[in-house]
Every structure is written in C-alpha cells, then in structure tokens.
C-alpha cells in the first residue's frame, strides 16, 4: 500500500503542480465551481489507494529491500540490503546484532504515525473548538432564516445559534450542522445576505468536502504541493460559494453581500472544519 501511496503522490504531484501553474488563466475563463470540482476530484485521486499504471509507466518508484540491524541495547548501527552477506563470525548479524525492521517497514511506520496524528491533531482541534464555545452559545429564532429557507427552497433546517465566543458568522458540524452568529448586532439585509451564504454551504455539503481534504492531507502529509492543493481548494469553495449566492442577485444585493463579507474579513477567527463569510480567504 505504501508503495502505492508514493506513487499515486508522485503523479498527482505532477497534476497539482500543472493546476497551480494555470490557476491564474482558470480564474478567468472557468468560474470557481469548476475550478472546486477538479480539486475534488484531485482529493478523491489522492485517497483511493489504487495505483493505475500505464503499459510502460513513465516513473517507476521503487523502494529497496533493506534492513535496519539493531544492537541488542537497540540503537541501530547500519542498514543492509539484500545482497549482504556475513563474511565471519564477527560481522554485525552473527556478533549478537539482529535485524529488526526491513526499511519498507520503517517507512510504513512513519507514514501511518505521520496520517493518523495529522488527522487527529484536526479531529481534536474541531472538539475543542466546538466545546470551548458550547457555553456561550445559545438557540435563537429568527423571521429572516425562514425567509432565506424559502428562498433556497430548503426544507431541511439547521440549528441556529447565537455565540457571543466567536467574532464572525461560521457553520459547523456534521450529522447535526449548526450555523452560529456571532452577538454583534446585524440589520435584517445582512442577516439575510450572511444566512444565504452558510445555508449554501450547508445545501452543497461543503463540510463534508473539507473533511475530505482533510483526509488527503492527512494521508499525504509528506507531500508539500498538497498543502498548496488544499488552501487553493478551501479558497474556491468560498469563491464558488459567493457566487452562488450573488446568482441572478441585482446590484443592492450584491452590494449588502460584499458589505458583509468586509465585515466579517476583518473579525474571523479561524477553526478547522467550518466554513466562514469571508471571500474566500482561507480558512483550512
């Protein structure tokens, strides 16, 4: 499986790198939706552990077959390959040493120590996040949130709940997804222009498309252009979001929705896993 990993982060490496290099062309003729939908299916690419080779591969990656030799204290003192043979009684394997770890093992172990705490560092982060606010927030109801629902056409509501511990409008939450407000005061327009924007969020899911980021960092936390894949992808969400939002708009409702969205730039407070009112600064 290892060996599959590399390889398929060697290939989408090549893929990533290309989109980054276009980026500033596909921001002109694709709008931010399309651009969003590759870096999805980029991420998917990433998580499936499946290498799709070619009659004749153009990089072929392979990992030689060593052994990582161990005192009996277990401090190593050499790795050898496959070809080497004791040549006396005094050599390192005979003279009390005993390998312990092929170097395709030690790799393995270094990558699934480096997956599962780079997914849990965010998992966690996420649950403290969630209950560090738990006390300051509240239910409230609001006309405005029915408004908008019949607007989207929504039946399917979200809990709503005021925090007066965050500084910006956000949603979290999976199973039960919660849009939080903060207590500033907000007229009835950006209440409406802010409650648009999560429940887009909410209707496409984006959620669940950031833990699927996530998941691909996290299985390629060696691999730096994915990091960069990811910010780009957490960037167009937000962007193909505003654009959903501001579809068909006219221009006072455009102008209440970037009103907004300035409003919010200058008081957000980054949590993983939520998504903001914030113009597509990145949030990951």
């Known amino acids: 499986m290892l060996k599959n990993v590399f390889a398929i982060s060697l290939s989408m490496s090549a893929v990533i790198l290309l989109l980054l290099i276009v980026s500033p062309l596909l921001n002109k003729r694709y709008s931010a939706k399309w651009r969003y939908f590759v870096w999805l299916i980029a991420a998917i690419r990433l998580i499936i552990p499946v290498r799709i080779e070619l009659p004749e591969a153009p990089v072929k990656l392979s990992v030689p077959n060593q052994t990582v030799v161990f005192r009996q204290e277990g401090v190593p003192v050499m790795i050898m390959d496959d070809s080497y043979t004791p040549k006396d009684s005094t050599s390192p394997v005979s003279a009390g040493y005993a390998p312990v770890i092929t170097l395709q093992e030690l790799l393995a172990v270094v990558w699934a120590t480096g997956t599962v705490s780079f997914f849990l560092y965010h998992i966690i982060?996420?649950?403290?996040?969630?209950?560090?606010?738990?006390?300051?927030?509240?239910?409230?109801?609001?006309?405005?949130?029915?408004?908008?629902?019949?607007?989207?056409?929504?039946?399917?509501?979200?809990?709503?709940?005021?925090?007066?511990?965050?500084?910006?409008?956000?949603?979290?939450?999976?199973?039960?997804?919660t849009i939080l407000l903060p207590g500033n005061h907000y007229s009835k327009n950006e209440l409406y222009v802010v409650l648009k924007h999560e429940l887009t969020h909410f209707k496409r899911g984006d959620i669940w498309c950031k833990l699927l980021l996530i998941a691909a960092n996290s299985i390629h936390w060696f691999n730096p252009l994915v990091y960069l894949m990811v910010k780009a992808a957490n960037r167009d969400l937000e962007y193909s979001c505003d654009d959903v939002v501001v579809k068909n708009s006219d221009m006072n409702f455009r102008k209440e929705y970037s009103l907004a969205i300035l409003k919010a730039m200058q008081k957000t407070e980054k949590a993983v896993l939520s998504t903001y009112l914030n113009g597509g600064v990145s949030n990951e």
């Open 125 to 177: 982060n996420y649950i403290i996040f969630k209950r560090r606010i738990k006390p300051y927030c509240k239910k409230i109801n609001i006309e405005v949130l029915e408004d908008v629902l019949k607007d989207m056409k929504l039946k399917v509501k979200p809990q709503l709940l005021e925090c007066n511990k965050i500084a910006s409008p956000m949603m979290i939450g999976f199973l039960k997804p």
